[in-house]
């Protein structure tokens, strides 16, 4: 078996110098009834070529984003990332090592880290960042149970401008009661979030660009909830707008989560991701978690080890501020390699890119007869109203290969009034081509 | 030294690092990103259109990006000069007791990168994705074989979010059963930090239990803590002292009829893989990391993924999304319809690791899953045979599992702690083992091998353990409160990092830009 390097000699070599009879004997701890006699109904070992064979079948039988056009976002978006990443994230030295706990012999994680979180504080135009979390719908989570110990208070507001699935995260997490507000969905941008905030509010949560694909308007935000004492929660899905988009922390922010699988992370189907999370430095104490600082060694030089563990649960156990014990350090990794090739001047390019490219699709939806564009602002997203239920359209679409985007019915069943939405991304990979094709088509199912 | 935005930096000292350690040549020091790269240098070509900003309704930015640029082979150096400063699996031995550290086999990640898996949307009709979630489909009925189980719930993204998931599993079964008035959840002294942290999380009270002398759970201990108002017991077995729990059994039932739930706290699955199933010794829930048996990387701190197995009774409480039959098609249902829980996340989990993890099940097939937890057993029962009459063992009277539990008690009155004993393994070319877990005894060194490591490897970790041993009994004490002296970094100020948190890059003002 070519991942086990004893053979039968090596086992009762070893045996030997224990002083035991058989492997069996080490189970000796098990009670006997519990151990298994035989191998388990599943398939036995087999050769590397045969698990690929497997493996590529099963992969056969998905439509892959660069099979045809492709307009799917709605959290997830397909960009391009250069192949350096990739051979760079493969690395042995990234690739296979753990958590930077022996800081001495990690300093390059902890350095990335370090750098990492350099980046997203400028990104969002905050102060300070965390290592990573899972993704972004449970960086959102978190940073509502982090306000809520800031603040003291329990009731959360929701826009109905947040991705349904974070909000159903949110939901789980916190739990509905009364405590939790949510507004209704605001599919063309319309919302009046700051006439819910009273001084029992512990944060206002509001996504931008929404998830219609709408820019909120988060100074005035910020304003309101800080006149009552409760904190601002911006969430970014599609982090490249931050390089068109002001900065959420010039605006009032306390607390900016995003997801970041759009610089340097492949679609995988959902995951992993990055979860960002960054805030202002008096509220790092009630930050979740991992998060890297600099410090100096024996000899006086420059280094980083993980910090403020004091917050966490292998110190505080049920007393942390969260249970988290990884974060989602090779997607951070892909994240600030390919955040340094792009750097200020390249992530400014992607992102007037992606908006044009979306501006060329708004521009040619609009054209087509039965199709009403509800966005008036966006940056690489929109929605659209149609005449029909688009879920079906979207079928009828997919059955001509073409990926049309997320019918918003798919999200939310339970509201009727959101069964003709359809939400759809253009990126810097949308061509002229992919969109004449999708108007064809749609314009076609439409008629 | 400040990011220079106009152009390179002005003195090409000021980039380079005076710090040189070890083997200059093949592993110099780098600068941070920050002090190499600029503003207008870029490692990727595209092309710089015009926008009519009309659409952007005002809210174009105008605060600066401040995100250095490097050319792609800058970004190639540096990133490969600070990867050398990390030690890793696959350059040597990392003998981390709870953490598994084994082999990352490379087709896992050839196969997670074909197109059909890497390149396709969570959100993209199910039907253009059948075989991605035939897959998922596959790897849970893997899990559930292994483990003997009714249920299972893919999507927590690692291990504590997996134990999260299975504790609502569990309140919300106590709620639709009318038993919310269980407020409390049985936790050993030995387990380890993200079980009362995530019972804390759920509103539980944590009641500690105690572990006999043998460093296992008597049934006794935890009949005496039942009651009510017990909502359930947290348990790893194997647990953390690498010790499988004899009562395990009469635990479960005791808890059964309390009305109690058992989580199981499923790191240490790689012991039993294929030998014994958790569903037999009567849990009711169990996440397994996929990125600890199952051999997924561990990336420098995640990406996990950590599914939760569920008996009978908690599999209708599963989170979505979960998988369906339709006739022929797979579906995922993407919305709670009876008692399911919620959701724990966007889309449907770590599908990355699920293709690497089913991948690596079906390179070993059953035969060798079972076979790598025997090579596990064999290789910390091989490790503790030697070591055995120089390390002190707190809890010796049965064969370990998967690890190796020792305390301090050996270095007493050498002047060595646990700390400096594990500083200096760094010199002598080893990655230390878990230090000062579980917390059940005194200054702990928890050694774990895996099954990846070769009877040489194993070997040389001895002598090397022996000789450190030796020399801290022969009065070498300053050889280890100095260690690590080869290492990139010597010892470095953790109480300077807390105290005066410095958690991000800030250019240093100049004389000038103070004096304005």
New interface residues.
């Given amino acids: 078996?070519?991942?086990?390097?004893?053979s039968d000699a090596?086992?009762q070599?070893?045996?030997a110098?224990?002083?035991?009879g058989s492997?069996d004997?080490?189970?000796?701890?098990?009670?006997a009834d519990?151990?298994?006699r035989q191998?388990?109904?599943?398939?036995?070992?087999?050769p590397?070529f045969?698990?690929?064979a497997?493996?590529?079948?099963?992969?056969?039988?998905?439509?892959?984003?660069?099979?045809g056009p492709?307009f799917?976002g709605?959290?997830?978006y397909?960009h391009h990332v250069?192949a350096?990443v990739?051979h760079?994230?493969?690395?042995?030295?990234?690739?296979?090592?753990?958590?930077?706990y022996?800081?001495?012999?990690?300093?390059?994680?902890l350095?990335?880290l370090?750098?990492f979180?350099?980046?997203v504080?400028?990104?969002t135009?905050m102060?300070?960042?965390n290592?990573?979390m899972?993704?972004?719908?449970?960086a959102t989570a978190e940073a509502v149970l982090m306000a809520r110990r800031l603040t003291r208070r329990e009731k959360i507001i929701i826009s109905g401008g947040l991705?349904p699935?974070?909000r159903?995260?949110v939901?789980?997490y916190v739990g509905l009661g009364e405590n939790l507000v949510h507004l209704s969905a605001s599919p063309e941008g319309q919302g009046d979030i700051a006439d819910h905030i009273d001084d029992k509010t512990a944060a206002i949560v509001v996504q931008?660009p929404d998830f219609y694909g709408h820019?909120r308007d988060v100074k005035t935000l910020a304003e309101a909830a800080h006149a009552h004492g409760a904190l601002l929660i911006v969430v970014v899905t599609e982090i490249i707008s931050?390089?068109?988009?002001?900065?959420p922390?010039?605006l009032g922010a306390d607390i900016v989560v995003a997801?970041g699988q759009s610089i340097g992370n492949?679609?995988?189907?959902?995951?992993?991701y990055?979860g960002l999370l960054a805030t202002r430095q008096q509220f790092?104490r009630q930050m979740p978690g991992?998060?890297?600082?600099?410090?100096?060694?024996?000899?006086g030089?420059?280094?980083?080890?993980l910090?403020?563990?004091?917050r966490?649960?292998?110190?505080?156990?049920?007393?942390?501020t969260?249970?988290?014990?990884?974060?989602?350090?090779?997607?951070a990794?892909a994240f600030s390699?390919h955040?340094?090739?792009?750097?200020?001047?390249?992530?400014?390019?992607?992102a007037?890119?992606n908006?044009?490219r979306a501006?060329a699709l708004?521009d040619a939806l609009e054209k087509v007869p039965g199709v009403t564009l509800l966005?008036?602002?966006?940056?690489n997203e929109m929605t659209i109203r149609i005449g029909m239920p688009a879920a079906d359209v979207?079928?009828q679409l997919?059955a001509r290969n073409i990926?049309a985007g997320?019918p918003v019915s798919?999200?939310r069943?339970?509201d009727p009034s959101l069964t003709g939405l359809i939400v759809l991304a253009a990126t810097?990979l949308t061509t002229d081509d992919d969109i004449a094709s999708l108007v064809a088509a749609l314009t076609e199912v439409l008629s | 030294m400040s990011m220079n935005r106009q152009g390179r930096p002005s003195s090409p000292d000021s980039a380079v690092s005076n710090t040189s350690p070890g083997n200059a040549a093949l592993l110099p020091d780098e600068p941070l990103l920050f002090e190499i790269g600029d503003t207008d240098h870029s490692g990727v070509d595209l092309p710089d259109v015009e926008i009519s900003g009309s659409r952007l309704g005002g809210h174009a930015r105008k605060t600066p990006l401040d995100l250095p640029g490097l050319t792609e082979p800058e970004a190639m150096r540096h990133y490969v000069r600070l990867s050398r400063l990390n030690y890793s699996i696959d350059s040597g031995m990392y003998p981390l007791g709870s953490c598994t550290m084994k082999h990352n086999p490379r087709l896992n990640e050839k196969m997670a990168r074909l197109p059909g898996f890497a390149d396709i949307h969570p959100l993209q009709p199910q039907s253009t994705v059948q075989g991605a979630i035939e897959l998922m489909q596959q790897l849970a009925d893997w899990l559930m074989t292994l483990t003997n189980t009714s249920g299972v719930a893919l999507s927590p993204k690692a291990g504590a979010h997996g134990e999260l998931c299975g504790m609502m599993a569990i309140k919300a079964a106590h709620e639709a059963h009318g038993e919310s008035h269980r407020k409390i959840v049985l936790v050993p002294e030995s387990a380890h930090g993200t079980n009362p942290a995530t019972a804390a999380f759920l509103g539980y009270q944590v009641r500690s239990i105690p572990a006999a002398e043998d460093g296992t759970v008597r049934v006794a201990e935890v009949e005496a803590a039942l009651g009510p108002d017990v909502a359930a017991i947290m348990l790893t077995n194997p647990n953390t002292c690498g010790l499988f729990e004899p009562e395990v059994k009469a635990i479960a039932d005791a808890v059964h009829a309390a009305g109690a739930y058992f989580y199981c706290d499923g790191a240490n699955f790689n012991a039993i893989m294929g030998v014994v199933r958790p569903g037999d010794l009567g849990i009711d829930a169990m996440h397994i990391n996929l990125h600890k048996t199952f051999s997924t990387p561990h990336g420098g701190g995640g990406p996990g993924s950590g599914p939760v197995v569920l008996s009978e009774a908690l599999a209708p409480f599963a989170p979505v999304p979960f998988i369906r039959r339709d006739g022929d098609a797979l579906k995922l249902v993407e919305h709670a319809d009876g008692e399911a829980l919620g959701r724990l996340t966007a889309f449907h989990g770590q599908m990355g690791m699920y293709v690497r993890a089913l991948t690596y099940m079906l390179s070993h097939g059953a035969d060798g899953l079972a076979q790598a937890a025997r090579d596990a057993v064999l290789n910390a029962n091989y490790i503790k045979a030697q070591l055995s009459g120089t390390f002190s063992m707190p809890f010796n009277s049965q064969p370990c599992m998967h690890e190796v539990l020792c305390d301090d008690a050996f270095l007493k009155g050498t002047g060595v702690s646990t700390l400096d004993f594990a500083k200096a393994m760094i010199d002598e070319g080893l990655h230390p083992m878990t230090m000062y877990f579980p917390l059940v005894v005194h200054g702990a060194m928890l050694i774990e091998p895996t099954e990846s490591e070769s009877r040489q490897t194993l070997d040389r970790f001895v002598q090397t353990m022996l000789g450190l041993a030796a020399r801290a009994k022969a009065g070498e004490a300053e050889a280890f409160t100095a260690a690590p002296l080869t290492a990139p970094r010597r010892r470095l100020d953790e109480t300077q990092a807390a105290r005066q948190p410095k958690l991000k890059w800030e250019p240093e003002t100049t004389p000038l830009q103070a004096a304005e």
């Fill in positions: 078996m070519r991942y086990l390097p004893h090596d086992r070599d070893m045996l110098v224990i002083g035991a492997i004997d080490l189970f000796a701890p098990v009670p519990l151990m298994l191998h388990l109904d599943l398939p036995a070992h087999q590397e045969a698990v690929e497997h493996m590529r079948k099963l992969a056969g039988k998905n439509r892959a984003g660069a099979d492709f799917v709605a959290g997830a397909r250069p350096t990739d760079l994230i493969q690395r042995s030295e990234w690739l296979t090592a753990y958590t930077p022996q800081p001495e012999i990690s300093q390059g994680t350095q990335m370090f750098e979180q350099t980046q504080a400028n990104l135009g102060e300070v960042a290592a990573s899972y993704d972004g719908s449970t991705h699935q974070y159903d995260v939901d789980t931008t820019l931050l390089g068109l988009i002001e900065a922390g010039a997801e492949a679609l995988n189907f959902g995951g992993p990055v790092i991992r998060v890297c600082g600099e410090t100096v060694d024996a000899e030089q420059r280094g980083f080890v910090t403020l563990s004091t966490e649960q292998h110190i505080r156990r049920e007393k942390a969260s249970n988290i014990c990884t974060n989602s350090g090779l997607c990794l390699i955040m340094s090739l792009l750097g200020d001047a390249g992530l400014r390019r992607l007037r890119l908006h044009q501006s708004a966005n008036k602002t966006f940056f979207i079928d997919a990926l997320v798919r999200l069943p339970d810097e």
